[in-house]
């Protein structure tokens, strides 16, 4: 299973930025692992889905990132687990911080199209799991639970109740996805998730201080929230019913 990532980059001393070189050579080889392990487990349909439907994630999170005010942008390919997103600086609202979160899952579900146009064309099933790895990968990233997108797209609103709501909703989500990540034998990625998590609750704040949601932004990012699970759905369900 993949998982995603958007965080903004942590203070460091100025130091010289990799060469284009280095990080090309470096993304080909973090997706190339990718690419690998999830063929390994599941097929090269849903492996070229994998790294495509990571790329085009990243890509939603990129474009709001750099429109949001908060790049420049980058995307790094994790081997075995997914992608991540970094900005050079951390939203100045919380609201922004929900935007840049929900457009990875939201744009990531367009790289499902070429995968249904291809069955559509062939009528061949396999390029089917493609559009359902893809609609899960998406999906899953919505759990609140740190690392992944949901965190930081409901972990506001969450907040905006009380503090503590966010950290008891964070821990039982984390202990859900960690309980399936166990069951699924997807261990890596449950490590990841009970890291994450685990980093998040021993800190004071779950995310970089920012100003905080409006009544009207609290209700639009919890209409978004499940608005983009329920595109996550739609196209889970269109993959299983089309076989």
Known sequence: MTVSDVSPLPERPAQREPSPGSSL????ISSLL???????????VWALAGVFGV??????????????GCG?????????????????????????????????????????????????????PKWLGGVFFIGMINLINLAPAPPLD???????????IHPWV???????????????????????????????TFGALRTRAVRPEANRLTVAQWLASVG?????????LIVIVIAVKAR
Not at 85 to 112: S, W, Y
Not at 150 to 160: F, T
Not at 224 to 232: E, K, M, N
């Open 166 to 196: 966010e950290k008891g909703a964070l821990a039982l989500v984390a202990l859900a996805v960690v309980a399936w990540a166990i069951w699924s034998r997807s261990y890596i990625f449950g490590l990841f998730v009970a890291l994450g």
């Open 72 to 124: 420049p942008g980058r995307i790094h390919f994790i081997p075995f687990l997914g992608g991540a997103a970094t900005m050079q600086r951390a939203p100045d609202t919380e609201f922004k911080g929900v935007l840049i979160a929900l457009a990875g899952p939201v744009v990531g579900l367009l790289a499902a199209i070429p995968f249904f146009l291809l069955f559509q064309q062939t009528s061949e």
């Open 224 to 232: 978004l929230w499940l608005t983009a699970l329920a595109l996550c």
């Open 25 to 28: 050579v470096g993304a080909i």
């Open 150 to 160: 949901g965190s930081k797209a409901l972990g506001p609103a969450l907040a905006r």
């Open 55 to 68: 790329l085009i994630h990243e890509l939603g999170h990129l474009a709001l990132i750099n429109a949001l």
């Open 34 to 44: 990718l690419a690998a392990w999830i063929g390994w487990q599941m097929g090269w």
